[in-house]
Structures are given as structure tokens and as C-alpha cells.
T-cell receptor
Framework: AQSVSQHNHHVILSEAASLELGCNYS??????LFWYVQYPGQHLQLLLK??????LVKGIKGFEAEFIKSKFSFNLRKPSVQWSDTAEYFC??????????????FGAGTRLAVHP | KAGVTQTPRYLIKTRGQQVTLSCSPI?????VSWYQQTPGQGLQFLFE???????NKGNFPGRFSGRQFSNSRSEMNVSTLELGDSALYLC????????????FGPGTRLLVL
């Protein structure tokens, strides 16, 4: 079945550690890719997005993601995490071939806990 | 600009009842999408409206329905509530849909007893 997979459900890091969260999707054709974050008690916010062009995209708060088409991957990275990055992170895809419009397909999410 | 607003924020209903949730998009946004978030199933797409027309629909039973008004505000309705409908219902808006960012509201938390 077509889906979005996030490899880690829970990640625990110390402050200043590097972060990489994996995301793979199984849709062929053109896709729009997103990473959203949900801080405790807050609503979903966009971290970054990829539609076309440079496969390395930079988002807010020092996050970046790399689109590797051959691997159907869109991994999220941050070189040095802070306690305030504690949140749940969602990878999402819009498969454009199906007239996807705003049909975001989400991964299961990764809960990140950063310890001071 | 004010963000996406959803009312009510919390709701408790009993099985068999129906419920209507409301979403006001960001001013100027014409596309409104609805999602259901549960611990077991995660975030799932319900449907999307643009200019009062449903353009896309997820895999939910017919008990879940929605509509959009001429001012782009949207409502979703769930009839004959089941325990499994307990969830956070999120609304998101964007200008036109497609290659645009969706902005999410805070959600309505529905508890079905």
C-alpha cells in the first residue's frame, strides 16, 4: 500500500547532539514533501517543504531536509538540538499525480525528547 | 493575520449523537482541509473543500461529512457517533490548494462516551 514511513517512533537526545529523522514514501511520480512539528500543547506548524529545485531545503529553527528521489526519502536534520526542540515531528507527502490538491498523507510521527 | 480558528475546542458527546465542528480559515484562504488525529491511526485526511466544493475525500464512512460556505468557513459533521470517533479534529487552510503551505488550527478534541 502507498504510505509514508518514519523510521523512529521515539528519539531521545542530549542537547547539542545532532538529529536525523528518517522519512520514506512509496508514491511514484511527482510529490510535494513536508515536515511539520507539533510542540507540546501547540498546533501543527510547518518546519519546511520541498516542491522542486534544490533538493536540500532549509526550514525554520535551523532544520534542514534532503530530498533523495532515488531513495524516495526526505530526511530531516539538525546539527545541534536544543531542549526546546522537544516535540513530535511529522513527515507528510502530497502525491500530485492523483490530483492530490491538499491531501496530505502523514507518517506516524516521531516523538523527540531532548534532555538538558 | 489571524490564524485558523476552530470551535469548539473541546466537546464531549455520547454514542449515537451527532456533532458539528467549525473552522474559520485564514483570511483570503479558499481551501480548507480536515484531518483526524488519533493515537492509533495518526493523522488521517478526511476531506478538502475549495470554493464550496469538495475536491478530495479520504477513506472515512459516510457518517463523516462536511461543507464550505461562500466565506470559506467550513463545517464538518459526524453523525451517529461511535467510541472510535474520539479524536483531535484538525482543520487546515491554504490559498488555493496544491503547491501551497497548509496552516493548521488548534483542533477540536472530541470525546465520545
Amino acid at each position: 500500500a502507498q504510505s509514508v514511513s518514519q523510521h523512529n517512533h521515539h528519539v531521545i537526545l542530549s542537547e547539542a547532539a545532532s538529529l536525523e529523522l528518517g522519512c520514506n514514501y512509496s508514491y511514484g511520480g511527482t510529490v510535494n514533501l513536508f515536515w511539520y512539528v507539533q510542540y507540546p500543547g501547540q498546533h501543527l506548524q510547518l518546519l519546511l517543504k520541498y516542491f522542486s529545485g534544490d533538493p536540500l531545503v532549509k526550514g525554520i529553527k535551523g532544520f534542514e531536509a534532503e530530498f533523495i528521489k532515488s531513495k524516495f526519502s526526505f530526511n530531516l536534520r539538525k546539527p545541534s538540538v536544543q531542549w526546546s526542540d522537544t516535540a513530535e515531528y511529522f513527515c507528510a507527502v502530497i502525491p500530485m499525480f492523483s490530483g492530490g490538491y491538499n491531501k496530505l498523507i502523514f507518517g506516524a510521527g516521531t516523538r523527540l525528547a531532548v534532555h538538558p | 493575520k489571524a490564524g485558523v480558528t476552530q470551535t469548539p475546542r473541546y466537546l464531549i458527546k455520547t454514542r449515537g449523537q451527532q456533532v458539528t465542528l467549525s473552522c474559520s480559515p485564514i483570511s483570503g484562504h479558499r481551501s480548507v482541509s480536515w484531518y483526524q488525529q488519533t493515537p492509533g491511526q495518526g493523522l488521517q485526511f478526511l476531506f478538502e473543500y475549495f470554493s464550496e466544493t469538495q475536491r478530495n475525500k479520504g477513506n472515512f464512512p459516510g457518517r463523516f461529512s462536511g461543507r464550505q460556505f461562500s466565506n470559506s468557513r467550513s463545517e464538518m459533521n459526524v453523525s451517529t457517533l461511535e467510541l472510535g470517533d474520539s479524536a483531535l479534529y484538525l482543520c487546515a487552510s491554504s490559498l488555493q490548494g496544491g503547491e501551497e503551505t497548509q496552516y493548521f488550527g488548534p483542533g477540536t478534541r472530541l470525546l465520545v462516551l
